[in-house]
Structures are given as structure tokens and as C-alpha cells.
Nanobody, 126 residues
């Protein structure tokens, strides 16, 4: 079993930045590909970013590419999402996710993932 706890959400003005964190516990963290997803009210869940087990390679959704950066610290069992140049359309609940069997590259298209956090709200005011 893995527990994921997100933090760092909040209210920010358009053009601003936020850094989300996700703390993992329960199993060997480096066994998991990790990712961030988001869901805005009335919309489907959307892939934001994923990172491979070593923390070397990141993958991004088209809507965040060039503005968001995913990273991980396997020694601290943490992943992060640095969000810059935020737009009102980035407003959503952001979820941290972990998957044991699949690659980070595959996470964007998987119908289900092994573990999810409870989410953290990000609100961007225009």
C-alpha cells in the first residue's frame, strides 16, 4: 500500500507560480513511476506530467508543456510540480499518482493507476 499526500495548492494570480509537492509513504518510492493529473469542475481528468523512476525523464501534457516542470527526490520520497506562467485555465484540483507496473511515458494513457492522493486545489485568478 502507498499513501500519497499533496500540498502546495492555493490561490495565485495569472502569470504567477506555484510549487506542488507530493509526499509518498508505504513502499519503496523508486519502484514507482509518478505523475500529476488535474481535474477542473465539469471536465474530465487531464494528464499534466509524469516522471520516470530515476527522475531523469519527464513527460508533459500539451497544455502545460514549457510552463510546468516535474521532478522527484527519491531520497525524500517526494515529487514536485513547479508551475510557472499560470493561466486561469490551470485552475483545477491537482492529484499525485503512482504506478508500479507501467512506465512514466505510459501513465498519460492508462485508464487506471495504482495509487492516488486526495488532491490539492489550485485556483488562478485572471
Amino acid at each position: 500500500q502507498v499513501q500519497l499526500v499533496e500540498s502546495g495548492g492555493g490561490l495565485v494570480q495569472a502569470g504567477g507560480s506555484l510549487r506542488l509537492s507530493c509526499a509518498a509513504s508505504g513502499r519503496t518510492f523508486s519502484d514507482f513511476a509518478m505523475g500529476w493529473f488535474r481535474q477542473a469542475p465539469g471536465k474530465e481528468r487531464e494528464f499534466a506530467a509524469a516522471i520516470d523512476r530515476s527522475g531523469v525523464v519527464g513527460y508533459y501534457g500539451d497544455s502545460v508543456k514549457g510552463r510546468f516542470t516535474i521532478s522527484r527526490d527519491n531520497a525524500k520520497n517526494m515529487i514536485y510540480l513547479q508551475m510557472n506562467s499560470l493561466k486561469s485555465e490551470d485552475t483545477a484540483v491537482y492529484y499525485c499518482a503512482a504506478d508500479l507496473a507501467h512506465s512514466a511515458r505510459a501513465m498519460r494513457a492508462l485508464p487506471t493507476l495504482d495509487y492516488w492522493g486526495q488532491g490539492t486545489q489550485v485556483t488562478v485568478s485572471s
